[in-house]
Structures are given as structure tokens and as C-alpha cells.
């Protein structure tokens, strides 16, 4: 009896179980880091190409910001990017855009594979174009916004749906939708060149260039010069130091 309780448990010690795989040792923070660094080079050495009016340093400026917005949201979708309220909220609190339906569209306009979410190359190349797009790619940018079907026109209810969203409420006896139809007309006679009653990209930008205060007729949807240079004042101070 003594010796068999001698063999159960000799030395006092357990019997050993069956061995588990070891786990995978994790990568050391300096590793981590540094394979994070070389990501993060890759990134910008891309959008350096892509969003050309940024210089690199810049690029990995807009990039952090990305970072730090997303990391501040509980939002699902802030392991990928922005989501629309995400892109709202910024573009209210950076840009102090207000209406609805034009960040909406802008919205739309930052998200080129239509997933309903902006990446950060999204965000970088957006941006790129937002703040210091050529007049062309301001052009091409604004119709897009105002397209609101994407249909590539920008029809006669399309331009009364954004005035009258864009325009501010005035008390009056006359009917408001009226004010704004004439508004409309206004538009199509001046910018309609080919008289079909709706706008193509040729008409819009032939009209910008002849008079590039009609490049946001139907509502602001780029920066105003003060809060874009407040926007790269802030994000872009440490370009400055260097």
C-alpha cells in the first residue's frame, strides 16, 4: 500500500499532463516598432505619388491625424476609418461646414470604392485635391459633389433641391420655392450652353472658367482660405520645426 502510493506520487511532485505547443513568442516592441515604421514609410512613399500636392512629411502628418481621430472614435468602423458621422463631425469641427446634404456628398466624393467608409489613402488623397486642388481637379471635384444621382448631370431638380437646402429660411409672405426656381433658371441660362436644360461636366466647367465664382453655386462645399490655413497651421506645425 505504502509503495503504491510511493509510485502515484513520486518525488511529491505531479505527474506531468501531455505537452502543449509552445506558444509564439511575440515580437519584441522594438520590433513591433520598427515593422509599424517601415509600414507607415511604405504608406507615405505611396500617397507621396498619389496625393501630390502634399509632400511626404506632410502626408505622415495627415496620416497620425487619421490615426488619432479614429482612435478617439468607439465607432465599429474605426478599425478601418471614417464612417459618415465621423467625416461629418470633422468636417464641421475643422472646416465648419454645416449642411447636411453637401457633406453628405463630399462624403461620397472622399470615397472612391463606395463602401461607406474612408480609408486613410481616401483621406490623405481627398485632402490632397479639398485644400489645394488645381482649378481642374476643383472642377471635376465639385461637379461630382453636386451630381447628386450620379447620373453625370446636374438636372433642374437637383440644383432646387440644393439651394433650397443651402440658402437660409427667410420669413416672407411670397412662396420660397419660387425665389429659388428663379435662382435655377438664373443658373441654367447662364451655365446651360447647349440649352438641354441640365448640366454636363463640359457645361459646368466651361462656365467655372469663364467665372470661377460659379464654382460653388449650389452650396459651399470646399474650405473657406481661413479655415483651410487654420487646418494646416494646426496639422502640419511639426513640419515646420523640422
Not at 509564439?24 to 500636392?53: F, Y
Amino acid at each position: 500500500m505504502t509503495r503504491q502510493r510511493q509510485q502515484a506520487a513520486p518525488s511529491g511532485r505531479c505527474r506531468p499532463g501531455p505537452r502543449r505547443p509552445a506558444r509564439p513568442r511575440c515580437r519584441g516592441s522594438g520590433e513591433a516598432a520598427a515593422m509599424s515604421r517601415r509600414r507607415l514609410q511604405q504608406l507615405v512613399d505611396s500617397l507621396g505619388r498619389s496625393a501630390k500636392h502634399f509632400n511626404k512629411r506632410e502626408v505622415e502628418c495627415l496620416i497620425k491625424l487619421f490615426d488619432t481621430l479614429v482612435a478617439e472614435s468607439s465607432n465599429r468602423f474605426a478599425a478601418v476609418g471614417f464612417d459618415r458621422n465621423m467625416f461629418r463631425d470633422t468636417l464641421h469641427s475643422a472646416f465648419g461646414m454645416t449642411d447636411d446634404m453637401i457633406m453628405d456628398r463630399v462624403f461620397r466624393t472622399f470615397d472612391r470604392d463606395n463602401d461607406s467608409c474612408i480609408s486613410v489613402v481616401e483621406w490623405v488623397e481627398g485632402l490632397s485635391v479639398f485644400l489645394r486642388g488645381t482649378l481642374e481637379e476643383r472642377i471635376k471635384y465639385c461637379f461630382e459633389v453636386y451630381d447628386l444621382n450620379g447620373d453625370g448631370y446636374i438636372s433642374r431638380e437637383e440644383m432646387f433641391q440644393m439651394l433650397k437646402n443651402s440658402l437660409l429660411k427667410q420669413p416672407s409672405e411670397e412662396d420660397p420655392d419660387e425665389g429659388i426656381k428663379d435662382l435655377v433658371d438664373i443658373a441654367l441660362k447662364k451655365m446651360d450652353y447647349d440649352h438641354d436644360g441640365k448640366l454636363s461636366f463640359m457645361d459646368f466647367e466651361k462656365a467655372v472658367r469663364d467665372e470661377n465664382l460659379l464654382l460653388e453655386a449650389f452650396g459651399p462645399c470646399l474650405p473657406d482660405i481661413k479655415s483651410s490655413m487654420a487646418f494646416e497651421q494646426k496639422t502640419f506645425r511639426e513640419t515646420r520645426k523640422l
